[in-house]
């Protein structure tokens, strides 16, 4: 069983920052790409960046310039820092990652619980 816990959100004002943090355990032989989403209500939940276990990096373009991802291979761990956030960050960010558990197994999708990012005006 392969187990992702958040932490980091919260409430912050326009221009401020915050980072991201997932951690995962469990049963695990290895971890692909990792990744960072984010959901509003009513709306499809949406990439935000994403590391590879190489480390090239992929952004949705709102938010490039400001936020970074990252990883810790050996803590089994993916950061997200996000400065000069803007109110239309807010939304529940979620830790995405690919993971094998055994040897010879195909990958499989994990999601933590989410964590709330609000960003006030």
């Known amino acids: 069983q392969v187990q992702l816990v958040e932490s980091g959100g919260g409430l912050v004002q326009a221009g401020g920052s915050l980072r991201l943090s997932c951690a995962a355990s469990?049963?695990?032989?290895?971890?692909?790409?990792m990744g960072w989403y984010r959901q509003t209500p009513g709306n499809q939940r949406e990439l935000v960046a994403s590391i590879t276990s190489g480390g090239p990096t992929n952004y949705a373009d709102s938010v490039k310039g400001r936020f970074t991802i990252s990883r810790d291979n050996a803590k089994k761990m993916v950061y997200l820092q996000m400065n000069s956030l803007k109110p239309e960050d807010t939304a529940v960010y979620y830790c995405n990652t690919k993971i094998v558990t055994w040897r010879g197994r195909p990958e499989n999708d994990y999601w933590g619980q989410g964590t709330q990012v609000t960003v006030s005006s």
């Open positions: 469990g049963i695990i032989f290895s971890i692909n790409a």
